[in-house]
C-alpha cells in the first residue's frame, strides 16, 4: 500500500511529543527528521527499559519523553514495563548445501537438549537445496556472555560494541556442544565448510522472565491522551510466543479502530 513505507534498520535517537498537534516526532541517529506520526505503537520494551542504558548509554529514549507528558496512566504502564527482565539466549546458524550426509540423516527438525549447560535447542530444516542448523543456547549459558551481541541484529546495528574475542568463543562453545550432542545421538556433525556461517545473534529479551500480574485483563496498552500504543509478548503470559505477540497486536488495533469510531 502507498500509504505506509517500511523502513528497517534505521536507529530512532529521540522522540518528541507535540501537545497542540497531538503527534510523535521522530529523530534519527544524526539529528535527521524522521517524520511525524498520529501514532507510535511500540512493540518492544527496549526504548522504554534501562536494558537500553546497559547496551548503549544514555536513558531509554522513549520513557524519557513518555512520563515527561504527566500521564499518570502512562507512567503506570512504563513502571510495570520497567519490571521486566528479560532472558537472552544466543543463536548460531549455519547453512550447509544439501546432501550433506551427515544432515541427511538428522532425526528430526527440532531437539530439545537436556542436560547441557551451553545447547538448549537444535533446529535443522531443508528448503531450497540447503540444509540450515540453527544452535539455541540456554538462558543461563547467554547471561554469562552479556557484553557480546553477534553481528546482523539490531544491537550491532544501533552501535553496541561486542568484543570479536568472545564471539569467537561463544560460537565454539555452543558449536562443541552440537557436536556432542549429535554424537549422543549417533549421528555424525556435518563437516566441511558452511556455505553460511557460523553467524552469531543474540536476542537479549527474546523471554520475559518475570511478566507481572497485569493490570489490565487485555495483553496490550493503549494510551489515547499520549497516542501512545504498547503491544507484544512482554505484556502477556505466555511470553516469548508468537501467538502472544499476535494477540496483543491485533487486539490493541481493534480497539484503536474502536477510539476513532466511538
Not at 527482565?85 to 548460531?92: A, L, W
Not at 557436536?179 to 563437516?191: D, F, L, N, T
Amino acid at each position: 500500500d502507498e500509504q505506509f513505507k517500511c523502513r528497517f534498520r534505521t536507529m530512532v535517537k529521540d522522540f518528541k511529543f507535540s501537545d497542540k498537534t497531538k503527534s510523535w516526532s521522530l529523530i534519527g541517529r544524526n539529528g535527521e527528521d524522521l517524520g511525524e506520526y498520529d501514532w507510535l505503537a511500540v512493540t518492544s520494551s527496549s526504548v522504554v527499559h534501562k536494558r537500553w542504558t546497559d547496551i548503549y548509554g544514555g536513558p531509554p529514549p522513549l520513557e524519557t519523553a513518555a512520563r515527561a507528558l504527566g500521564d499518570k496512566g502512562l507512567s503506570a504502564t512504563l513502571d510495570e514495563i520497567g519490571q521486566l527482565r528479560g532472558d537472552p539466549v544466543f543463536v548460531v546458524m549455519q547453512a550447509f548445501e544439501k546432501g550433506s550426509a551427515a544432515l541427511d540423516k538428522f532425526p528430526a527438525n527440532l531437539l530439545h537438549v537436556r542436560n547441557d549447560t551451553a545447547v538448549a535447542k537444535i533446529i535443522v530444516t531443508t528448503d531450497g537445496g540447503y540444509h540450515t542448523v540453527i544452535v539455541h543456547s540456554t538462558h543461563e549459558f547467554a547471561h554469562s556472555a552479556a557484553k557480546t551481541h553477534g553481528r546482523g541484529g539490531t544491537a550491532e546495528a544501533m552501535g553496541a560494541r561486542s568484543d570479536s574475542k568472545d564471539e569467537k568463543s561463544v560460537i565454539g562453545t555452543l558449536l562443541s556442544s552440537f557436536e556432542k550432542v549429535c554424537s549422543s545421538i549417533g549421528v555424525e556433525a556435518p563437516k566441511g565448510r558452511a556455505c553460511y556461517g557460523p553467524a552469531l545473534h543474540r536476542w537479549g529479551a527474546a523471554f520475559p522472565a518475570n511478566i507481572p500480574s497485569p493490570t489490565s485483563s487485555k495483553p496490550f496498552r493503549i494510551h489515547a491522551q499520549a497516542r501512545l500504543i504498547f503491544a507484544g509478548d512482554f505484556l502477556a503470559i505466555p511470553g516469548g510466543r508468537i501467538e502472544t505477540s499476535y494477540l496483543s497486536g491485533a487486539g490493541a488495533a481493534e480497539d484503536l479502530l474502536a477510539y476513532y469510531n466511538s
